[in-house]
């Protein structure tokens, strides 16, 4: 099974914007977004998708990204 990798980081270096900022924009808990950035998270909400979209100029595939198994 392959595994989907979050590049919240990587959108948030090149907007030069912090955690913090983003997590006022788009009112979603720091502690949340960290859980999000650091591939933790299980789940993600459509609404929370869409927020992080609007205020980061982005589309959902700028933040996601499916990485599929290697085959052995």
Not at 3 to 17: E, N, P, Q
Not at 36 to 45: C, M, Q, T
């Amino acid at each position: 099974m392959g595994s989907i990798r979050v590049k919240l980081d990587l959108v948030l270096a090149d907007r030069r914007m912090s955690l913090t900022e983003l997590s006022e924009r788009v009112g979603v808990t720091m502690a949340n977004l960290s859980i999000l950035k650091n591939g933790k998270a299980k789940a993600i909400r459509f609404s929370t998708l869409e927020a992080l979209c609007r205020e980061l100029g982005c589309q959902p595939a700028d933040l996601l990204e499916y990485l599929p198994e290697e085959k052995t």
